[in-house]
T-cell receptor, first 109, second 116 residues
Framework: SQKIEQNSEALNIQEGKTATLTCNYT??????LQWYRQDPGRGPVFLLL?????KEKRKERLKVTFDTTLKQSLFHITASQPADSATYLC????????FGKGTRLHILP | DGGITQSPKYLFRKEGQNVTLSCEQN?????MYWYRQDPGQGLRLIYY???????QKGDIAEGYSVSREKKESFPLTVTSAQKNPTAFYLC???????????????FGPGTRLTVT
């Protein structure tokens, strides 16, 4: 069956360190993958899109990798700050966009 | 300001009543979507529309209905047939290209519906 999996447990990271979130998928062959940030009680906000022919994409302190062989995307936040605390969702394209359940990230001061 | 708006933010209804959630966008996007989010669950697609006067069912369309009479508006009706309507409802819009959803989605602030 098709699955898109993100770590369901919250991730606690010390301020200033790099936070790495994982998105794994099975039985999909997406042409691209997206990452969104969602704060409690609010709608998700788009962060980055990476296409299948791109290994890595960067935006300020954010970096996304996309390994179509491993069927995995990694999302990195460098020099993390308490304001980065949120739930991060990955989404892939399969005729329509499919979202993962998200990983809650807590940056500890 | 360009954006996508949903109203109201909180909505309370009695069981057995239909309720309509509003979604408006001024981003000139062709595609619009409705999602439902429950605690611990991801976003589940209810309905989506790529152009005016056309829409398709998503994964959990039963008990819901939509219309797309104008490009800017995509209202969702939660009918009494929906078994568990209490949830956080999110509307989104995006550019639509070539039938593949290769564009980021812009989300509204959401409507929290409680049915008792």
């Amino acid at each position: 069956s098709q699955k898109i999996e993100q770590n369901s447990e919250a991730l606690n990271i010390q301020e200033g360190k790099t936070a790495t979130l994982t998105c794994n998928y099975t039985n999909y062959s997406p042409a691209y993958l997206q990452w969104y940030r969602q704060d409690p009680g609010r709608g998700p906000v788009f962060l980055l899109l990476i296409r299948e022919n791109e290994k890595e994409k960067r935006k300020e302190r954010l970096k996304v990798t996309f390994d179509t062989t491993l069927k995995q995307s990694l999302f990195h936040i460098t020099a993390s700050q308490p304001a980065d605390s949120a739930t991060y969702l990955c989404a892939l394209e399969d005729d329509k966009i499919i979202f993962g359940k998200g990983t809650r990230l807590h940056i500890l001061p | 300001d360009g954006g996508i708006t949903q109203s109201p933010k909180y909505l309370f209804r009695k069981e057995g009543q239909n309720v309509t959630l509003s979604c408006e966008q001024n981003l000139n996007h062709d595609a619009m979507y409705w999602y439902r989010q429950d605690p611990g669950q991801g976003l589940r697609l209810i309905y989506y529309s790529q152009i005016v006067n056309d829409f398709q069912k998503g994964d959990i369309a039963e008990g819901y209905s939509v219309s797309r009479e104008k490009k800017e508006s995509f209202p969702l009706t939660v009918t009494s047939a929906q078994k568990n309507p209490t949830a956080f409802y999110l509307c989104a819009s995006s550019n639509a290209g070539g039938g593949r959803y290769a564009y980021e989605q812009y989300f509204g602030p959401g409507t929290r519906l409680t049915v008792t």
